[in-house]
């Protein structure tokens, strides 16, 4: 039976950060199901029908429509520690995110299971705020960091107010060709191949 894991994609602002736009997510995703992983991807963005073009077979999509006053934000925690507490089927979870890195300690809590944690904006990059505190309380917990580059591991661990602890490195660019229309210019304008190389010769 293959092993399920979960994988939370939750930015500050679902609707314009969004998970095709995210290549340090979008990567990690598709690389854990392309080999053999079961995922159950957490979005609280709308998905789009490319993603059923961009997402392998094995990831299941589970969309939360984002809240928008205070009390259902509230409510919402409520409901993901009722809903998680009696599950056990995750393997592993993985965070993407400060909101992510508290619904994902969540979910590994009730799973007892290890929530690796994906990070790519240091916390001050947003100003004091709440979820910093939920990030730092979340990241005790974590069984490892995953940051683009070396350099940015000592302070982000400073920033979050944790020792040492095990880490890695994704680089954070795109590993995927765009799923675009490929248009031939040339022949669009009836020019020939070779037209602007020609026009090079003669500058």
């Known amino acids: 039976m293959t092993k399920k894991i ?4 939750h930015s500050r602002f679902p609707s314009s950060t969004r998970l095709e736009t995210m ?10 199901a392309n080999i053999g992983w079961e995922i159950d991807l957490y979005l609280w963005e709308k ?7 961009l997402l392998p077979k094995n990831v299941n999509i589970k969309y939360f429509e984002e809240p928008v006053s205070q009390f ?5 925690t409520i409901l993901f520690r009722l809903q998680f507490q ?7 979870v993985f965070g993407v995110g400060q909101i992510a890195a508290y619904i994902a300690d969540i979910i590994a809590k009730a799973n007892r299971c290890p929530f690796i944690y994906f990070n790519d904006e240091f916390p001050s990059g947003w100003g004091p705020n709440r979820w910093t505190k ?23 661990c400073k920033e979050l107010d944790v020792s040492q602890k095990p880490h890695a490195f994704l680089p ?13 210019w040339h022949k669009r304008f009836g020019l020939a191949e070779d037209a602007s ?5 003669n500058c």
């Open 23 to 32: 290549a340090f997510s979008l990567n990690s995703v598709i690389s854990l």
């Open 172 to 184: 954070n660019m795109p590993m995927l060709k765009p799923i675009i229309e490929e248009i031939n």
């Open 197 to 201: 190389n020609s026009h090079n010769e």
């Open 6 to 9: 979960a994988f939370i994609h």
């Open 47 to 53: 998905p789009l029908p490319i993603y059923q073009k």
């Open 72 to 76: 259902m934000r509230g409510l919402r």
């Open 134 to 156: 939920l990030e730092q309380k979340a990241i005790k917990n974590d069984a490892m960091i995953v940051v683009p580059d070396p350099n940015r591991f000592p302070p982000l």
């Open 86 to 92: 009696r599950w056990n089927n995750y393997y592993c």
